[in-house]
């Protein structure tokens, strides 16, 4: 049975950071892709950052470009979101997801099987 079990939301003011971390069960994280996705409160889940550990760089959404940075740690099965200089857009439920392979839009909440139940990240002004 796959679990994704997200930790590291927490409220943070703008300009501050967070790390989130994501702990993969049932599943090797070396073998797939696995994505950060923000949820804001009436808006529809949207992709962060994805990576596949066979991939040569990993994809990251404009908005938070040179801001995010997502890494993983396959001796641990576990994948982190780095997130620096942090603004209150980025306020939203963060889920980390998973899908065997190369999904052909690695960005895109649609290609992705496995999720997590979600940690809040709230960015005050």
């Known amino acids: 049975q796959v679990q994704l079990v997200e930790s590291g939301g927490g409220s943070v003011q703008a300009g501050g950071s967070l790390t989130l971390s994501c702990a993969a069960s049932?599943?090797?994280?070396?073998?797939?892709?696995m994505g950060w996705f923000k949820q804001a409160p009436g808006k529809e889940r949207e992709g962060v950052a994805s990576?596949?550990?066979?991939?040569?760089?990993?994809n990251t959404a404009d908005s938070v470009k040179g801001r995010f940075t997502i890494s993983q740690d396959g001796a641990k099965n576990k994948v982190a979101l780095q997130m620096n200089d942090m603004k209150p857009e980025d306020t939203g439920m963060y889920y980390c997801?998973?899908?065997?392979?190369?999904?052909?839009?690695?960005?895109?909440?649609?290609?992705?099987?496995?999720w997590g139940q979600g940690t809040q990240v709230t960015v005050s002004s």
């Open positions: 997801a998973a899908v065997f392979g190369f999904p052909s839009a690695p960005l895109s909440p649609r290609n992705y099987y496995y």
């Open positions: 990576m596949h550990s066979d991939s040569g760089r990993p």
């Open positions: 049932g599943l090797t994280i070396s073998r797939d892709t």
